[in-house]
Nanobody, 113 residues
Framework: VQLVESGGGLVQPGGSLRLSCAASGFTFSSYYMRWYRQAPGKERELVAQISSAGDIIHYAESVKGRFTISRDNALNTVFLQMNSLRPEDTAVYYC???????WGQGTQVTVST
């Protein structure tokens, strides 16, 4: 199983980024997928999750209305569109599979002037 995140980077407050997580090694279309983040000195927290068919979605309160999770089961990829980014969104973002709780390596998102 592999989960490979991409799309992180440095962005100014108010900007946008789109994270991608390409999955392989399991039947992607059968499992929930999740995005977590971990800021320095803080515990890892759930940002968003999406059901296998994409019809059940949950967001952390802190990102509701700004972030959108989606998936393309034909591409075995889950996305996180992040808009109106704030300095407090700075963290390493991780992709997580509902299949045996696998994790990606993480991608750094830094929101700063």
């Amino acid at each position: 199983v592999q989960l490979v995140e991409s799309g992180g980077g440095l962005v100014q407050p108010g900007g946008s980024l789109r994270l991608s997580c390409a999955a392989s090694g399991f039947t992607f279309s059968s499992y929930y997928m999740r995005w977590y983040r971990q800021a320095p000195g803080k515990e890892r927290e759930l940002v968003a999750q999406i059901s296998s068919a994409g019809d059940i979605i949950h967001y952390a309160e802190s990102v509701k209305g700004r972030f959108t999770i989606s998936r393309d089961n034909a591409l075995n990829t889950v996305f996180l569109q992040m808009n109106s980014l704030r300095p407090e969104d700075t963290a390493v973002y991780y992709c997580n599979s509902g299949y045996r709780n696998y994790w990606g390596q993480g991608t750094q998102v830094t929101v700063s002037t």
